[in-house]
């Protein structure tokens, strides 16, 4: 077994555990949908690439009100500063993606870090 069976296999796994909706722990989901981007099957793949994992945890990234400031919420120091990693994560997800193969790099945040 080499390594790319072994990657591709975790993928699979992973991609359907996230299928089946089997967690509910939003936060959680969004932390699993940037691993996920991280994975490539084929060069000449042009869907579900980082660009389309990286949309769906944006997007549900947004709903949870990630990208707002949290000086006034309610979150622990702990959540605060996950919270603030995973944006991080995202728009360097993001931008690497671009880089990689060769997309405009754009942004769909306004956040303050």
Known sequence: ????????????????????DYEE????????LILLGWYWEEPGVV??????????????????AMHRNPSGSRLSPADKRLWKRILVDLIHQRQVGA?????PATSAWSIQI
């Open 25 to 32: 722990d939003r936060v959680i989901i969004v932390q699993a």
């Open 99 to 103: 880089v990689a193969i060769g997309r």
């Open 47 to 64: 869907t579900k690439t980082v660009f389309y994992w990286n949309g769906l945890a944006t997007t549900i990234a947004q709903a949870l």
């Open 1 to 20: 077994m080499g390594l790319q069976f072994l990657l591709r296999q975790h993928f699979k796994r992973a991609k359907a555990l996230y299928d089946a």
